[in-house]
């Protein structure tokens, strides 16, 4: 046998590695445009409102109401993805979101910019997704984590590019700095809807099409070695209900295939295992979420005046540096994720949070209680402790609620599951943003990080009771973690008349 096939040679390796990278990277491109409108909202409201006239409530609204409207796009996008493929998806999610990105950047008034806010909605619900799913599906066992860990790398990239569209738009006029703020994130859209053609079809998405030619052509190009590739592939065809033993270059897969009956086996009769992994899908997002990141990353400059900086370009610059601190600790994560798995950095993670939110909660009371005088030393520690909070929320929370997320479900079920996740997660988040003023007014801006930190506590205690590790398995062996037998790991059994070789003629 040659050295292709008995092991990796060092060009393989490498070609492997850099393809798989490439997939993930253009795939993850979908999560800048969420944080793009994350970070560029923050500081775009403060003009919007002077230049719209815009209450508070509304502002809320503007703030919040995205995520709501991705609910619209990601319960879309599950079954879409599952009927056109998740490449197509992609494209969907790119050309929806550009359309909303220049909507929003021609608003004239509250209701013209809903509209804009709508679209981009369903774009940002296809994208969030789309990405974990089809990045997952491609990237091999060794380092999935890495490359399942990009979407929330981008988004991170976002968020900084917004914040960073913030600080520097802001110079211009009020009626025109906003509108390009909000329209520049059409940019990364048209990236990728470019760096789409040169993505592969998820080679999962392929074999539950019967075209295993195909499947097998992708997992050759994101394999090391030609025997991890045929062992993939083995391992998908048995998740498919495709025997081993078929050689065929496509196979006729019954319509279940297409995603019908998913909705009936997650929410009327599911398994034992499959309620758990639901179950424990919606849980992990709720509860990223619920620790209030939005409410940092979306009110950051309001955050940092009640702590005492008044100056708007200070206040844009301190947000700017959340924004930097986010990104870099999003990418040190990425590099870990694969080396100490999964459950000890989100349970660091979780535990930073809950120290970082009490030391804000404690600053933010003393300077209520100072109003007429500036402590320094408690401006600092809310400054310090918002950056900590991000940082710790960026190392754990941020990356493995989509990595782990998008890992778990059978792959029958894995883009509608994921679907499911992500609309609770945007549903969440749009609620955390839409009442976060309101919150603050009602039980003060320290009262709700304490509650921010009590949510977390349950949360630890969550993580630390009910999440597997799944670091280094293969996605049909994580399943059996949580209680799937090899059979329920299968989407169909195929007819006995097809004796192994699928029900259609080879085409090869």
Known sequence: MTNMETGASPERRVSAKTFALS??????????????DIGVVSGATLFIKEDLKLSDTQIEIVSGVLNLYALVGSFAAGRISDIIGRRFTIVIAAATFIAGAILMGLATDFAFLMVGRFVAGIGVGFAMMIAPVYTTEVAPAAYRGFLSSFPEVF????????????FFLAKLSLNLGWRLMLGMGAFPAVLLGIGVL?????????VLQGRIKDARHVLDRTSETKEESEQRLDEIKKAAGIPESCKDDK??????????????????????PVRRIFWTSLAIHFFQQASGIDSVVLYSPRIFEKAGIHDKNASLGATMAVGFVKTVFILVATFFLDKFGRRPLL????????????????????IDKHPNETVHWAVGLCVSTVLFFVAFFSIGQGPITWVYTSEIFPIRLRAQGVSIGVALNRTMSGIIGMTFISLYKAITIAGSFFLYM????????????????????????IGMLFGLSPEETREVELPPESNGRGQASSSR
Not at 23 to 36: F, K, N, P
Not at 155 to 166: A, C, D, K, P
Not at 198 to 206: H, K, Q, V
Not at 459 to 465: M, T
């Open 347 to 366: 349970l660091t993670s979780t535990g930073g949070m809950i120290i970082s939110l009490l030391g804000l909660g404690v600053g933010l009371t003393v």
């Open 454 to 477: 009590s949510i977390g506590i349950v949360s630890w205690i969550f993580f630390f009771v009910c999440l597997p590790e799944t670091r280094g398995k293969s996605l049909e062996e």
């Open 23 to 36: 997939c993930g990277i253009l795939a993850s491109m979908t999560s800048i445009v969420l944080g793009y």
């Open 251 to 272: 196979v006729d897969v019954p319509k279940k295939n297409h995603g019908k009956g998913v909705w009936k086996e997650l929410f009327i009769s599911p398994s034992p």
């Open 198 to 206: 040169f993505m592969p079809e998820s080679p999962r998405w392929l």
């Open 155 to 166: 988004i991170n990239i976002g968020i900084l590019l917004g914040y960073v569209s913030n």
